[in-house]
């Protein structure tokens, strides 16, 4: 029987390391990147546990999209390690979204990619890049008509 694992999800854990006070991008795909996203409470059940993690000072945010099938989220963390950070998001919103559409199915793909970023990076360049995922994606013609998005410098 062929693994159900994707590849390279192994290497995905390899040198990961939490350090507070340090920016990530963090982004993870929906299971066979269904696009659960088009459906607004799926959405907002994301939101409000990207909300939480803020709300509980493990996480300071700085920008996060959520596309159809995946999303971005750009941070600071602050007292989780990232695992668990990922683990207590994916699983929370996994219950919800579960919840509202009457189903009991995986969610989420296992694993996630970071990206620590670099002094030298501009932080508000990477916000917009994240921010402009659904003009690039052809989901709308101005960002201020998608609904999923937020960024600390508005």
């Known amino acids: 029987m062929p693994s159900q694992t994707p590849p390279h999800s192994q290497s995905l854990r390899k040198g990961r390391v939490s350090e507070p006070g340090r920016l990530y991008l963090l982004t ?39 596309m159809p099938d995946h999303f971005h989220w ?18 929370r919103s996994a219950i919800a979204i579960n919840r509202h559409l009457g189903e009991d199915g995986q969610i ?6 970071d990206h620590a970023l670099r002094a030298e990076e501009d932080v508000q360049g990477v916000a917009r890049y994240i921010i402009a995922n659904p003009l ?5 013609k101005r960002i201020g008509d998608y609904p999923f998005w937020d960024a600390k410098w508005l």
């Open 74 to 91: 750009l941070l600071e963390l602050k007292e989780a390690s990232l695992d668990a950070l990922m683990r207590t998001l994916k699983s």
């Open 136 to 140: 690039r994606a052809g989901l709308v």
């Open 28 to 66: 993870s795909a929906t299971h066979q990147r269904r696009p659960l996203f088009r459906d607004w409470q799926a959405g907002r059940a994301l939101v409000a546990e990207i909300q939480q993690a803020v709300a509980s000072r493990r996480v300071g945010s700085l920008a996060w999209v959520i």
């Open 108 to 113: 989420w793909q296992k694993g996630y990619h």
